[in-house]
């Protein structure tokens, strides 16, 4: 049980183009979920929180218009990169919460979705 | 800001050797968790710690939860070249209870 997907697992695109990545939690409904950035042998910096029916909540630093998120369901959120550039080439990671999971913060993650903007 | 340290950054151990990653956050944790990502892979859960004090075990890996909540470590008995990974600790945020602020990692190589 507990599982999400993203898609794609890798994408190449051209600078100036936009690209969305998919997430979608596959055996359970999840009111919020996160997306995550990872440079090469960093850790996961979060980058927002989405959340079903309302708009995102995102870090300091983050272009909100930029990075547009999408929460249309309790199973899916997408990541739109809009005008990449190649310093947008990253590993993107998305996690959820089940819903009505309480106290507990245990998050689950997608496989994560390789950007390579050229 | 609020920051999760863990040491060492990187170890190389032969297999059968012993490791621990230690993890320091700077603000006191209301709990702390524990995931493993392996080369090229997304990080998967590993265990959540809650009490101050708390010792849990899994096979070859013990976590433990400071007394002041504020650091916590993984220890990994005989290690085996299925262990090779980077272990990440993670805390929730001050800001968004939901929310969770990884530590840096501690990426660990083991040998045949």
């Known amino acids: 049980g507990a599982v999400v997907s993203q898609h794609p697992s890798r994408v190449i695109c051209k600078s100036g183009t936009s690209v969305k990545i998919e997430c979608r939690s596959l055996d359970f409904q999840a009111t919020t979920m996160f997306w995550y950035r990872q440079f090469p042998k960093q850790s996961l910096m979060l980058m927002a929180t989405?959340?079903?029916?309302?708009?995102?909540?995102?870090e300091q630093g983050v272009e909100k218009d930029k990075f547009l998120i999408n929460h249309a369901s309790l199973t899916l959120s997408t990541l739109t990169v809009t005008s990449a550039h190649p310093e947008d080439s990253s590993f993107y990671i998305c996690s959820a919460r089940p819903r009505g999971q309480g106290l507990t913060y245990e998050q689950y993650f997608g496989p994560g979705t390789r950007l390579t903007v050229t | 800001g609020q920051q999760v340290m863990q040491i060492p950054q990187y170890q190389h151990v032969q297999e059968g050797e012993d490791f621990t990653t230690y993890c320091n956050s700077s603000t006191t944790l209301s709990n702390i968790q524990w995931y493993k990502q392996r080369p090229g892979g997304h990080p998967v859960f590993l265990i959540q710690?809650?009490?101050?004090?708390e010792v849990k075990k899994q096979k070859r890996l013990t976590f433990q939860f400071g007394e002041a909540k504020k650091n916590s470590s993984l220890h990994i008995t005989a290690t085996q070249t299925t262990d090779v990974g980077t272990y990440f600790c993670a805390g929730p945020r001050n800001t968004g209870f939901q929310k969770l602020v990884f530590g840096t990692g501690t990426r660990l190589l083991v040998s045949p």
């Open positions: 989405s959340n079903e029916g309302s708009k995102a909540t995102y």
């Open positions: 710690l809650v009490k101050s004090g």
